[in-house]
């Protein structure tokens, strides 16, 4: 920062009487008055105007000298000076509003990431140097503030927090005394949790060690809820290294921190709602597009009662993130987000009553600026112009500046709700940038918004962003969630009846379920290595299986503390729906589910009591040797040499298939010959290709696996004398439905191990 533009920034933040330019100057740029942003004219400005106050002073019932001006200015003539008064009536009414009176704000300057993308814009790696920990003291009417935390070096900020009794302030700090040239220069940088009184005194670190720490919340009980690379593991779908961040928890002092989450990728921006609960978004593209599902699920604090919240089966938008509880009631406000992009976008609530998916629960506070990545304006083949199309919902088209594409306009984030129309956030008039760039250092100022469309400037730093604003005072604390928590190594499912299901399922018999572990990746690239055909895909292995009841229930133990999927097998072992997402229990948890996937805002039907619960829970029965840990070579091939290889062997194998256990390239003959003939569910697949059938958003019964694929279909309907036993039929519908997958790890030695046909060990249980 050059000594000019130093000290412009610091007479923005200290002088009160320049407050009144920079406003100016924001409702200019906010109406295209002198500015190459969708240009106006004062006429059209006022007109906006006059719609976005009327309904200001409709909501807030406003009363008194500055209405009865706002009248007489209406009937006024549409110049510069009618502008500029509508302009500072709409402000002083807007900051009259007793919701607006927050008191002073807590708030975070920070230069966004090296690299703009979900992922990597909280990695310490990734971190430029540059802002703090600031107090707003007067919002809306002076932009002096006030640094904390200034004994701390040169690095950079994240996420700040208040508690409940507005004493105390958490934050993320990662020191940085140069930006990164590269993801992978600096991987020796983290983000820690830090912690301080609200006057900026008795700082202290919290965590520490080679982990990025942030996104940190007091929760209802004293401890703290953050997000964490505690738990190890990396993403799948692309380049690296982007190790898996998820819920943690530590006591008060930052002591004893662990996860809480065994999801196998990342989640993000944990929030405690007023009852308890913790919401939060998750990444959960098991076997399913990479991009789109990053939505909101709920948790209790301890890690128990994993639920999806919004968005699990919905496409637009590519995301939610920054879900916040709206004070007083049960809807949240969030960030609809890109998934290449760091987070902004445009601030949505949410009311769960109206759906769980889809654009139903979905209202737009700022409906001037698009959902990026999964919304963008088209150009118009004749005029050359930007044209939207507007979304369900949305009336009236917010103005696109012509530039608009992937990224749309302008952008917003860091909700914090005053109330379900009012609140603070995060405001940007540049256009987001997606990655691999990085966005300008300057991007972000403080506004108070509402729902109306109208926004009013409380702080901008020419030099550098500003983020997360949260009102320094008091608040009400949740009730204590209870916890699960017991000294044991498992937990139960209750299944009520997997016939309760959407879509429905067939008209075949459900009689066990398969019980496979998901295994979070352990190298950080994609496809480094491949675990099988199925790109970017999730290992597994089975652990086997449970008996569903003639009523349709289940009940059975299970272990805890890591990733499960279920499939619901019909008589022959064959999967005829799969779950193609997570669940875990924590120990001693007990959890119960209605149906196999069934509508999620549905109730427990009322009839006789579960066959399933009249005994004890039920052990899971070992799936078939080489199924755990997953091995192509000990599963599949036995099958072959003894059915196959007589026709299919030799020099001239029939047909030219041969299905030999020979290594060939990163697999076997056989498997080279027989994989490419399953139906298997992955991200990225061509469309119309069978062997790669998503059926987005919702999972669709018989789509892939074993029921799906022509390879058994064709063993089915008989293959010449070939005559496969139960046994055989279980082995090959096991392989089929776990993606017909050949490795059962990422470890490249033990890889080369299972590929010669040999042994390893596979993960542990606990």
Known sequence: MNLRASLVAALLCLAPCLAEDAVERDWRMQDGLGTERHPSTYAAAIKLLLQRGDALIADLRATGDDVVEWERLRRAAPDE????????LRRRIALANPLARTGPLLFIKQVPSCFSHQLTQYYGSCARPGGGVFVLEEPGVSMRCRQLATELPRGSFQHPEVSFDGRRVLFAYCQADSAPANRETHLDRFYHLYEMAADGSGLRQLTSGAFDDFAPRYLPDGK????????????????????????????????????????????????????????????????????????????????????????NHTLNPVGVWEARPVPGSPRVMATAAAHHAMTAGSIILLDTTRGVDGAAPITRLTPDALFPESEAPVLHSSTGKSVWHAPAGVATPPAVPPEAARWPGHCYRSPCPLSE??????????????????????QFGLYLVDCFGNKELLYRDAEISSLWPVPLRARPRPPVCPTTAAATTNGTFFLQNVRAAWPYLPETPITKLRILQVLPKTTPHANAPMVGLANASPGKQVLGTVPVERDGSAFFRAPANIALAFQALDAQDQAVQTMRSVTYLQPGENVSCIGCHEPRASAPAARPAALALQRPPAEITPGPDGSRPLSYPLLVQPV???????????????????????????????????????????????????????????????????????????????????????????????????????????????????????????????
């Open 81 to 88: 000076v009618t502008w500029r008064q509508l302009h500072q």
């Open 224 to 311: 703290l809820v953050f997000i964490s690379t505690r738990r190890g593991g990396f993403h799948r779908c692309g380049r690296g290294p982007c190790p898996t961040y998820t819920l943690a928890t530590a006591n008060s002092d930052g002591s004893q921190p662990h996860p809480i989450s065994c999801h196998e990728t990342h989640e993000w921006d944990p929030a405690v709602l007023n009852d308890g609960r913790v919401i939060y978004t998750r990444w959960d593209y098991v076997d399913r597009n990479a991009v789109h599902y990053q939505q909101l699920w709920s948790v209790h604090p301890d890690g128990s009662h994993v639920r999806a919240f919004y968005g």
């Open 421 to 442: 129309k009012y609140f603070l956030a995060a405001y940007s008039y540049a256009p987001l940038i997606g990655e691999p760039s990085a966005n300008p250092a300057n």
């Open 640 to 766: 072959l040499d003894k059915h196959c290889i007589a026709c299919h062997g030799g020099a001239k194998p029939r047909g030219g298939l041969a299905m030999t256990g020979a290594p060939q390239g990163r697999y076997t003959v056989s498997y080279n010959v027989l994989a490419p003939r399953v139906a298997f569910a992955a991200w990225g697949g061509k469309p119309g290709d069978f062997r790669v059938t998503n059926s987005e958003p919702l999972t669709q019964p018989d789509f892939f696996g074993a029921r799906g694929s022509p390879l058994m279909k064709m063993l089915r309907r008989g293959h010449h004398d070939v005559a496969l036993q139960p046994a055989d039929f279980e082995r090959l519908a096991t392989w089929m439905d776990a993606t017909a997958l050949f490795y059962g790890t990422f470890d490249v030695a033990a890889q080369a191990r299972q590929q010669r046909g040999e042994r390893i060990a596979g993960p542990a249980l606990e």
